[in-house]
């Protein structure tokens, strides 16, 4: 039987990160990763593949190539038991592995809800991160011209704007009073919804979908109004289950909502069994509540603090909670957002003050790629600490949001903030005397001062 001192289950982003990290420190370790398929989407790239790239081997991650680097071994196959008394997996094929650490990083799958119907009408797509999948799905796309996409995240947003760059006509179809409504206050989203508007995606508020219409394919979508869409296509982007069976099934514990339970060390219940990326318990890193948030770039940091803390616990390299960083782009604008937004902290019942200032991202700002750089803080009232950040501008935006993660991150109050030392270069960023970030500060820092 093989044996490995680390076994990972999953070859997408939290695997190979868990690999390549625990490999680094842990170099006198055996690992061994084992993935379902041999090319993994690189999962942020998705939308692109309908539009912008010109195929999906253009989104292809190189895990094969970062995991031989990192003498890593990758086996294409499938875990289909864990037998956690006696330290081993079994595969599709009917071999066993043994292992002394297992990171179970199995991620999730797209909703496609049992109560919708018509949900299984050819021409239903979901998007999962398969390429195969994808591949067909890709195919029967260009030749279908009129396509509804379903739930206004980040991936309906984004596939939006890619298939109607394709020439596809599109709908784009929200329940909820705005589009990216999670992610962004009224204000911010109402901006990425006239722009998308402008670049010729139509967009419905308020009203979801109660049914898709047609005998054998997709002729329609009728809406919970009653109002009937023609359509060829429908893409359902109404969110993603894990994929906590396998654990389940191990005796592993997983919590209602479907997720694997773990602590700050991404440790199961299970001793020397660890779980990441969007199988994994979030809680959000502000009001330590339990959330759904599926990201890879919190999955990557999942992943790097289980990597380090395999053979023993270095204490401080915890992960703390999911500050929920997102940033997309339409065209030449880009869009972020970090932590709480205002609508967020109202729910959750913590008082907060805003700033909004609106500058531009380049001095003098009459400079060839020069944006308007829209900066919104959500500072805690009663202590100044930064909770929230949201940006529209310039591609520079995805940059900007980082930094304001990094400050929710580290507890970073508003005065800390207003003092902050900053590099600035007419070509690369605004002003440093109206840097919309600190401008947004300065303004939150008055209105604290006359409370």
């Given at each position: 039987?093989?044996?490995?001192?680390?076994?990972?289950?999953?070859?997408?982003?939290?695997?190979?990160?868990?690999?390549?990290?625990?490999?680094?420190?842990?170099?006198?370790?055996?690992?061994?990763?084992v993935?379902?398929?041999?090319?993994?989407?690189?999962?942020?790239?998705?939308?692109?593949?309908?539009?912008?790239?010109?195929?999906s081997?253009?989104?292809?991650?190189?895990?094969?190539?970062?995991?031989?680097?990192?003498?890593?071994?990758?086996?294409v196959?499938?875990?289909?038991?864990?037998d956690?008394?006696?330290?081993?997996?079994?595969?599709?094929d009917?071999?066993?592995?043994?292992?002394?650490?297992?990171v179970?990083?199995?991620?999730?799958t797209?909703?496609k809800?049992?109560?919708?119907?018509?949900?299984?009408?050819?021409?239903?797509?979901?998007?999962?991160?398969?390429?195969?999948?994808?591949?067909?799905?890709?195919?029967?796309?260009?030749?279908?011209?009129r396509?509804?996409?379903?739930?206004?995240g980040?991936?309906?947003?984004?596939?939006?704007?890619?298939?109607?760059?394709?020439?596809?006509?599109v709908?784009?179809v929200?329940?909820?009073?705005?589009?990216l409504?999670?992610?962004?206050?009224?204000?911010?989203?109402?901006?990425?919804?006239?722009?998308?508007?402008?670049?010729?995606?139509?967009?419905?508020?308020g009203n979801?979908?109660?049914?898709?219409?047609?005998?054998?394919k997709?002729?329609?979508?009728?809406l919970?109004?009653?109002?009937?869409?023609?359509?060829?296509?429908?893409?359902?982007?109404?969110?993603?289950?894990?994929?906590?069976?396998l654990?389940?099934?191990?005796?592993?514990?997983?919590?209602?909502?479907g997720?694997?339970?773990?602590?700050e060390?991404?440790?199961?219940?299970?001793?020397?069994?660890?779980?990441?990326?969007?199988?994994?318990?979030?809680?959000d890193?502000i009001?330590?509540?339990r959330?759904?948030?599926m990201?890879?770039?919190?999955?990557?940091?999942?992943?790097?603090?289980?990597?380090m803390?395999?053979?023993?616990?270095?204490?401080?390299?915890?992960?703390?909670?999911?500050?929920?960083?997102?940033?997309?782009?339409?065209?030449?604008?880009?869009?972020?957002?970090?932590?709480?937004?205002e609508?967020?902290?109202?729910?959750?019942?913590?008082?907060v003050?805003?700033?909004v200032?609106?500058?531009?991202?380049?001095?003098?700002?009459?400079?060839?790629?020069?944006?308007?750089?829209?900066?919104?803080?959500?500072?805690?009232?009663?202590?100044?600490?930064?909770?929230?950040g949201?940006?529209?501008g310039?591609?520079?935006?995805g940059?900007?949001?980082n930094?304001?993660?990094?400050?929710?991150?580290?507890?970073?109050s508003?005065?800390?903030?207003?003092?902050?030392q900053i590099?600035?270069?007419?070509?690369?960023?605004?002003?440093?005397a109206?840097?919309?970030l600190?401008?947004?500060?300065?303004?939150?820092?008055?209105?604290?001062?006359?409370?």
């Amino acid at each position: 039987m093989k044996k490995a001192d680390v076994l990972i289950i999953g070859g997408s982003a939290a695997g190979m990160v868990a690999a390549v990290t625990g490999k680094s420190s842990w170099n006198d370790k055996s690992f061994i990763l084992v993935k379902k398929q041999k090319d993994m989407m690189v999962p942020c790239g998705i939308p692109y593949i309908f539009g912008t790239l010109e195929s999906s081997q253009q989104n292809i991650m190189p895990v094969d190539t970062m995991l031989a680097k990192s003498d890593v071994e990758s086996l294409v196959n499938e875990v289909v038991a864990i037998d956690k008394e006696a330290k081993t997996v079994t595969l599709d094929d009917g071999q066993q592995i043994g292992y002394d650490k297992l990171v179970i990083a199995t991620g999730s799958t797209p909703l496609k809800p049992k109560w919708l119907k018509g949900a299984d009408l050819d021409n239903v797509f979901v998007v999962p991160k398969d390429k195969t999948y994808l591949d067909v799905m890709k195919g029967k796309i260009d030749n279908l011209k009129r396509v509804v996409v379903i739930g206004a995240g980040f991936i309906g947003v984004e596939f939006s704007d890619e298939l109607h760059k394709n020439g596809h006509e599109v709908w784009l179809v929200e329940k909820e009073k705005s589009i990216l409504y999670s992610a962004f206050d009224d204000e911010i989203a109402s901006r990425v919804a006239g722009i998308l508007e402008s670049r010729g995606v139509k967009i419905i508020t308020g009203n979801g979908i109660s049914e898709v219409t047609g005998t054998t394919k997709v002729e329609g979508v009728r809406l919970e109004n009653g109002d009937i869409l023609e359509a060829d296509a429908v893409i359902l982007s109404m969110g993603y289950k894990p994929n906590s069976e396998l654990a389940a099934k191990a005796g592993i514990f997983v919590d209602e909502s479907g997720f694997i339970a773990v602590d700050e060390y991404m440790r199961t219940h299970e001793k020397d069994i660890f779980a990441i990326g969007d199988c994994a318990q979030k809680r959000d890193f502000i009001t330590r509540k339990r959330v759904p948030t599926m990201l890879a770039s919190t999955a990557c940091a999942e992943a790097r603090v289980a990597g380090m803390n395999l053979f023993n616990i270095h204490v401080v390299k915890t992960f703390s909670g999911t500050i929920g960083i997102y940033s997309t782009a339409i065209g030449e604008y880009g869009f972020g957002t970090a932590g709480l937004t205002e609508n967020r902290a109202d729910e959750e019942n913590i008082a907060v003050v805003t700033g909004v200032f609106e500058g531009v991202d380049r001095h003098p700002g009459n400079l060839p790629d020069a944006h308007k750089q829209l900066v919104k803080l959500i500072v805690a009232k009663y202590s100044g600490v930064i909770v929230g950040g949201e940006v529209i501008g310039g591609l520079s935006a995805g940059e900007l949001t980082n930094v304001i993660g990094l400050a929710i991150e580290n507890r970073m109050s508003i005065n800390g903030l207003l003092i902050s030392q900053i590099g600035t270069h007419p070509c690369l960023t605004a002003s440093p005397a109206a840097y919309p970030l600190i401008k947004a500060a300065e303004i939150i820092s008055a209105k604290l001062r006359n409370l």
